[in-house]
């Protein structure tokens, strides 16, 4: 296993890319690994693109995944894979939502909290340390129908 | 994990320790920006100003989140100037900017280098390398050459965080600003801070008057001896940076030893981990003898840097050999990619990214119907910064100039006068609210005083906010930084009161054939005309609402 774990998640402004990194990143903290986060801010309200980089390891250095080296590629709105492919390692994975019932959503707001269900399946952590995470970095009226799309994303 | 640095106390003051209750060597994931404010705040800052600007803007929100006196100033001059004050009244202070926001600072900050500051300055400029969200990539390091400004650079929060308290400090030790130069990968990344544990700082002192003219009164008599008194003092803080320890080596193979400072470090640990570094954390002045003895021990010293070639030539001008990047690397960010290429000395074509999706216009924009009135009419359009900068892309395209805040006005009168009589009476310039409050009215003065003959027409898009940066309160909006109620500012009545002839104040959403018509009426003639157009932001108009009615209650 590499020492650092690459992930990044693609979207459009609005469609929850940093909460899902934030909940990613809160996931290996609570781990006690180092983590980094990097994403740019300034237009991603105007509807642009947003991609967010997470890395989580026993050391980061670089905040930002290299060209050719994340694990996985997250991707919120299908039509970022081409536009972020370059940063997906030979062996990356892609995780979209035509991977799992995405029409079953309650709200297809918590569309991004569904494809961190379906990347939690590629990861170590404890389905509990995602339970917590989620609590932790979402506002409580919410957590509800989000923990209901991971597990749905989760394959439950 | 990284190595901790500890903030040593001054001999002989009093110490606050960061240690106290639930602060207890907490671990979060912080951006930078969140970071620079928790120092602030722990350290007991009295006041910190600033003018939104990415990738500045969530300091003083994180600030004000957590109980620090925080406000925004009109623009980044007025914000210095404040903070000075605060400074010479023995307090503490912080003021946020970005990049370009110090070319507005620059005046005060020059000859408050100059001054006695009994309490802390510390100056944060956030540099945006690669222009994610700006309009241009100058490199504010040379700004503390220039100024005669000591520079700090952190590396991550952590650094950010304890950076932060180090300014302050040698600010105090010296009575000279400080300068805290982030990038936008510095500010927004999030990293690990552990807070409290060693960290410490000497309590700040009660705000007090002590009269000091000849140390503040900067007439050519003084500052002759205060410029003497600013070169000492640098010279002194070049000393101590020789054995600081915001400076630090990794060792490693005495084959490639590679200087460096900032977000540039972690791409080179990253991409060179078998290389010996030097990672220098006070930038200006230069620990020279550091460089020197550090280039001594290894075969070839490489200079890794982002932006201009600051360190590299410094170090050459002190007569170390030092290898750099090629010019390539000094436009856009470094990524550890980059800085591999760097390494090998490739300088083939670099592969290009496909264009992501772009940011528009929101589709629901209440001024976009401005924008296709100007396009109809054919407008020569002299453009600020703004979102309504975002009208250069298709369907409008309607924008021929943008330079800097408040350039619109005088940028458009320049057009109105040089151009032919028939295209200069096409000429509009056309400024948001924040940035017409930031450096627009000054403009406004200029046309009123030098009116050009075919006259001038002055847009104003009014949304309530300053909606790029993240819907921050101006002085128009009648709410202060945490958007409680002060008062309110009226761009109509300034351009009143500044003698513009005509003045319209229209909804843009109601009817954009009456606009039209509007604007080509005052585009006729040769006439000065301020046309107001007032609607709120689409995205903030919900939160506006919500301040209005909590403001209204408390009155």
Not at chain 2, 247 to 265: E, H, K, L, Q, W
């Given at each position: ?14 469609q929850g ?29 105007r ?15 670089s ?14 709105e ?12 030979p062996?990356g ?10 029409d ?12 961190l ?9 404890s ?9 932790r ?12 799309a ?7 | 994990?990284k190595d ?6 001054a ?13 207890q ?15 602030a705040?722990?350290a ?5 100003t ?40 023995g ?9 370009v926001?110090l ?18 300055l510390?100056v ?5 390398p ?14 503390a050459?220039a ?6 650079e ?6 950010a ?9 040698i ?50 008599a ?36 590679i ?48 932006g ?70 054919n ?9 309504y ?30 151009l ?8 509009v310039?056309?400024?948001?609210d ?21 006259g ?10 300053t909606?790029m ?5 101006h002085p ?28 319209h104040?229209?909804d ?13 009426e ?34």
């Amino acid at each position: 296993m590499r020492s650092v774990t690459n992930i990044v998640i693609a979207g459009l402004g609005g469609q929850g890319v940093l909460t899902a990194s934030d909940i990613v990143a809160d996931v290996a903290l609570h781990a006690g690994l180092d983590v980094k986060k990097s994403e740019l801010h300034g237009m991603s309200q105007r509807g642009g693109s947003v991609a967010s980089d997470v890395r989580f390891g026993r050391e980061v250095f670089s905040p930002m995944v290299p060209a050719g080296e994340a694990d996985f590629l997250v991707a919120v709105e299908p039509d970022q894979v081409s536009v972020n492919a370059a940063v997906l390692s030979p062996s990356g994975i892609i995780v979209e939502p035509s991977q799992f019932r995405a029409d079953k959503l309650r709200s297809k707001k918590s569309l991004n909290v569904a494809l961190l269900g379906a990347l939690s399946r590629h990861l170590e952590f404890s389905e509990e340390a995602w339970i917590a995470a989620i609590k932790r970095r979402l506002p409580e009226k919410l957590v509800e129908v989000n923990l209901e799309a991971f597990a749905l994303g989760r394959g439950h | 994990m990284k190595d901790s640095h500890s903030v040593a106390p001054a001999s002989g003051t009093d110490v606050t320790s960061l240690t106290s209750g639930a602060q207890q060597s907490s671990v979060e994931l912080v951006s930078g920006n969140e970071a620079v404010a928790l120092a602030a705040f722990d350290a007991g800052v009295s006041l910190g100003t600033g003018y939104p600007g990415t990738p500045s803007t969530e300091i003083l929100e994180a600030f004000d989140g957590l109980g620090g006196r925080a406000q925004w100033a009109p623009n980044e001059k007025v914000a210095l100037e404040v903070a000075l004050g605060v400074s010479l009244a023995g307090a503490r202070s912080i003021v946020t900017m970005k990049h370009v926001g110090l070319n507005v600072a620059a005046d005060p900050l020059f000859t408050a280098a100059y001054l006695e500051l009994p309490g802390a300055l510390v100056v944060v400029s956030a540099d945006d390398p690669g222009m994610a969200s700006s309009q241009n990539e100058q490199d504010n390091r040379r700004y503390a050459v220039a100024a005669g400004v000591a520079m700090l650079e952190p590396s991550d929060s952590q650094e950010a965080y304890e950076f932060t308290l180090r300014a302050i400090e040698i600010a105090e030790r010296w009575r000279k600003p400080l300068m805290l130069r982030m990038t936008t990968r510095i500010c927004h990344s999030k990293t690990v801070l552990r807070r409290g544990g060693a960290l410490s700082i000497p309590s700040p002192r009660a705000a007090d008057f002590a009269r000091n003219i000849p140390a503040r009164v900067m007439i050519p008599a003084y500052a002759r001896s205060a410029h003497k008194r600013l070169r000492a003092a640098l010279a002194q803080i070049a000393v101590w940076n020789e054995t600081a320890d915001v400076n630090r080596i990794v060792d490693g193979s005495p084959a490639m030893g590679i200087i460096t400072s900032g977000i540039s470090y972690q791409h080179v640990r990253e991409a060179a981990p078998e290389a010996r570094v030097l990672k220098l954390g006070m930038t200006y002045p230069l620990p020279f003898e550091l460089i020197r003895r550090f280039a001594s021990t290894v075969e070839r010293a490489l200079v890794i840097e982002e932006g201009d070639p600051y360190l590299a030539e410094a170090v050459r001008a002190a007569g170390i050999p030092v290898d750099g990047k090629t010019e390539m690397f000094r436009l856009g960010e470094l990524n550890v990619s980059r800085v591999r290429r760097i390494l090998a000395g490739d300088v083939s074509p670099e592969p290009e990214l496909p264009p992501g999706k772009p940011p528009a216009l929101c589709a629901g924009c209440g001024h976009r119907s401005v924008f296709s009135g100007l396009r109809n009419l054919n407008c020569i359009v002299s453009g600020d910064i703004g979102c309504y900068t975002l009208a250069v892309l298709p369907p409008f395209e309607a924008v021929d100039s943008c330079v800097c805040m408040g350039a619109s006005i005088g940028v458009g009168l320049g057009l109105r006068h040089a151009l032919p009589p028939e295209q200069a009476k096409r000429v509009v310039s056309v400024i948001g609210d924040s940035t017409f409050f930031h450096s627009g009215i000054t403009g406004l003065l200029e046309m009123a005083y030098n009116p050009p003959p075919t006259g001038h027409v002055v847009l104003v898009l009014d949304n309530g906010t300053t909606a790029m940066t993240g819907f921050q309160e101006h002085p128009g909006t009648g709410r202060t930084l945490d958007h409680s109620a002060t008062a309110k500012a009226s761009i109509e009545g300034l351009a009143r009161a500044v003698g513009v002839q005509n003045v319209h104040v229209v909804d843009p959403t109601l009817d954009p054939a009456t606009f039209e018509r509007l604007l080509k009426e005052c585009l006729d003639k040769p006439e000065l005309t301020v046309i107001v157009a007032r609607r709120d932001c689409l995205l903030a108009a919900r939160n506006i609402r919500e301040y209005e009615r909590m403001n209204a209650q408390c009155n």
